[in-house]
Structure formats: C-alpha cells, structure tokens
C-alpha cells in the first residue's frame, strides 16, 4: 500500500523560505513520477512542481525560479524547497503521483506566508 506523509510547513514571512518533504511508503517508489500540488480556501487543487523517477524536472508558472522539487530515493523521500515566499504561496501542501490517485492523498502541510 502507497502511503505520502508531507511536512515542512509553517508560518514565515514574505521572502522566506521553507522545505516541504514528502515521505512515501512502497519499494518502487524510485519509478514513481511525483508532484507537488497546492490548494488555497476557496481554489481548485493545482500542480506546483513535478519531478519524474530519473529526475527531470516541471514547475508551474507562478513558482518557476523560486521553487526546486528534488528527490532521494535511498530515503523515499520527495522535497519542495520553497525561496522567495508570497503571500500567494499560503495554501495546504501535497505531495502525490505526478498523475494523481485521489486515495493516496494525504493530509497535507500548512504554509502560511504572511507579516
């Protein structure tokens, strides 16, 4: 059974930053294509970065440049490194296949970017 577990988030300020980890359960995690996604109050679930089992790499426009999605796969583990926050950015944080599967989503983690 795939099982994600996200944490990392928390209260910062603008222009701070925070890394997000995901970690999964399963022994072909390595093969798995991962995401990043985001929901804010009031909006639909979105992609914020991808990253595949051989480590290419996609960003969604508004985080291009201030987001890095990386992977270890020795630790199963899926990282959101988050630089330049915005108050845009504040929305709970998951992780799931870079092609979702609605019964493995989490419970996600709070980033909350405010002054």
């Known amino acids: 059974q795939v099982q994600f577990v996200e944490s990392g988030g928390g209260l910062v300020q603008p222009g701070g930053s925070l890394r997000l980890s995901c970690a999964a359960s399963?022994?072909?995690?390595?093969?798995?294509?991962m995401g990043w996604y985001r929901q804010a109050p009031g909006k639909e679930r979105e992609l914020v970065a991808g990253?595949?089992?051989?480590?290419?790499?996609n960003y969604g426009d508004s985080v291009k440049g201030r987001f890095t999605i990386s992977r270890d796969n020795a630790k199963n583990t899926v990282y959101l490194q988050m630089n330049s926050l915005k108050p845009e950015d504040t929305a709970v944080y998951y992780c799931?296949?870079?092609?979702?599967?609605?019964?493995?989503w989490g419970q996600g983690t709070q980033v909350t970017v405010s002054s």
């Open positions: 799931n296949l870079l092609i979702p599967i609605r019964a493995y």
């Open positions: 399963g022994s072909l995690f390595r093969i798995y294509a």
């Open positions: 990253i595949t089992g051989g480590g290419d790499t």
